[in-house]
């Protein structure tokens, strides 16, 4: 009787961590993302964007001159995933919304 217990119990951890497994490379992506794994970004073709003031619009011609698949303004007080992601341009700003560096990742 104890080995059919041990065994049962052997096949219940087994199965929960399989169940924490995961086969899938999507875990945290940014919901405006895409994931075409061919473009990289310049951040020096979108240095121009220092000391401007943000705007859908800068961010959309610096994405467009850096080469970025996306692109986003950081505040200073923003949260951040530590993933790097070779296509995707990063403005930082100050508390007054003033482009302050220009990054990829």
């Known amino acids: 009787m104890p080995w059919k217990l041990a065994s049962l119990g052997t096949l219940l951890v087994a199965t929960l961590l399989a169940g924490c497994s995961s086969t899938s490379t999507d875990s945290a992506k940014d ?12 951040a020096k073709a979108a240095e121009f964007t220092i000391g401007k003031k943000a705007s859908p619009e800068l961010l959309e011609q610096a ?43």
């Open 31 to 42: 919901p405006v993302a895409t994931d075409t794994g061919h473009s990289r970004c310049e």
């Open 63 to 105: 994405r467009t001159r850096a080469g970025a698949q996306n692109a986003r303004f950081l505040k200073p007080n923003d949260m951040v995933t530590l993933e790097y992601r070779s296509d995707r341009l990063n403005l930082n700003t100050d508390n007054n919304l003033v482009v302050t560096r220009v990054n990829c990742g």
